[in-house]
């Protein structure tokens, strides 16, 4: 019976010790700075960029799918072939032939090392003619 007492006191001490701890706000990261609003409002920013990009609407302004273009690649964790993609999009959008042609030969090269079959043979072989026709 006074095992039974003491094993009672104990869970309840502890669950008394637990109840008292701060509970953390749910929707904010661990430093406190960034809440889930700002995930998705971060991940919403990104998908208009990638519309931008790749000009889904056929009216985007080049400087604007330029600069979407620009951050998307900026922002990339890392190169694959999606932002291989982001490289070919600015270098068709670009202006300055010099940096389209940087573009294109970028975009190719990130494409073959990801081993790419985001859209299929057919668009890395495009890439590869859109960088001979802009690098020559």
């Not at 008292?20 to 995930?39: E, I, M, N, R």
Request: charged share 25%; hydrophobic share 40%.
């Amino acid at each position: 019976m006074a095992g039974r007492i003491l094993y009672l006191s104990i869970v309840f001490c502890a669950a008394a010790a637990i109840g008292s701890l701060s509970v953390p706000h749910l929707a904010k990261a661990q430093d406190g700075s960034a809440t889930f609003d700002d995930f998705m409002a971060e991940i919403e920013a990104g998908k208009k960029d990638q519309a931008l990009c790749r000009n889904d609407e056929e009216d985007v302004a080049p400087e604007d799918q330029v600069s979407a273009c620009t951050r998307l690649i900026e922002d990339a964790p890392y190169e694959n072939d999606l932002v291989g993609t982001y490289y070919i999009n600015r270098a068709m959008a670009g202006s300055d032939p010099d940096q389209s042609c940087a573009d294109a030969s970028k975009g190719v090269q990130v494409l073959q090392d990801s081993n790419s079959s985001i859209y299929g043979e057919d668009y890395l072989d495009a890439a590869r003619r859109l960088e001979e026709s802009l690098c020559r």
